[in-house]
């Protein structure tokens, strides 16, 4: 039976948490690159500025009108891959995609606009924040231990099988066998949030158990694994 009695209203869920999607932006919360590093002019935000959330950072607002140069108001997987590197690191394209899908416009499933942009930026600053908090050794990467404590502060109780798992899966074929980067913590972490995220629908008094027909299993978990 799956243990996630911890859980409460504040979870974090990539679609729908309060601290994930949809929330008010503020300086504090950029955490995620600095604007120092990209050279830019305050004369390219204004124009963009009344389509993003109140609050938003001015940052986030210029990364996302200095990628979108077809001035289509939306970017694309490797847009998006090519801005997120300039604000820490690049991301792989799996990683990408799913993030994609979780901050998908209802209207452009391919794309993301500046709503969506914002959310997403705005969540990788939080999620690099657990990471450095629990790679307790600053080597870049976290073990399955430190995934688990990452985990468990999210509200995520995983089994040790479920864990040892993922750091098979996720951890890119490192030379430090058994440890994930950061790239690797965000597709870890989304997924495991995401799928819980999932099946909290469907047990909605938190028991730890749900009765799901065959069709709406496979509508739950494809879209994790293709993405």
């Known amino acids: 039976m799956a243990n996630y009695n911890i859980y409460t209203h504040e979870s974090y869920a990539p679609s729908a948490s309060p601290m994930c999607y949809a929330q008010q932006y503020s300086s504090s919360h950029q ?7 990209y050279g830019y002019s305050s004369a390219l935000a204004p124009s963009y500025a009344p389509y993003f959330p109140p609050g938003t950072h001015p940052d986030i607002i210029r990364s996302f009108q200095m990628i979108d140069r077809d001035r289509s108001g939306f970017v694309d997987k490797n847009e998006l891959q090519e801005v ?16 994609m899908f979780l901050f998908k416009n209802p209207t452009e499933p391919s794309r993301i606009g500046p709503v969506e942009f914002a959310a997403l930026w705005n969540c990788l600053g939080q999620w690099r924040v657990i990471f450095e908090r629990f790679d307790r050794d600053r080597s870049g990467r976290i073990d399955s231990m430190e995934l688990r404590d990452a985990l468990y502060s999210l509200g995520y109780a995983v089994p040790p099988s479920v864990l040892q798992a993922l750091i098979s899966k996720y951890d890119r074929g490192s030379e430090q066998n058994g440890q994930l980067n950061f790239d690797s913590f965000i597709e870890c972490g989304m997924i495991v949030k995401g799928l819980t995220e999932k099946f909290k629908e469907k047990d909605p008094h938190y028991t730890g158990a749900a009765t799901l027909t065959y069709d709406t299993f496979m509508a739950m ?5 293709v993405s």
Do not use: E, M
């Open 221 to 225: 978990i494809v879209p994790f694994l």
């Open 31 to 37: 955490s995620y690159g600095q604007s120092s590093s």
């Open 84 to 99: 997120l590197s300039w604000g820490y690191q690049k991301f792989s394209l799996r990683t990408i995609r799913l993030l």
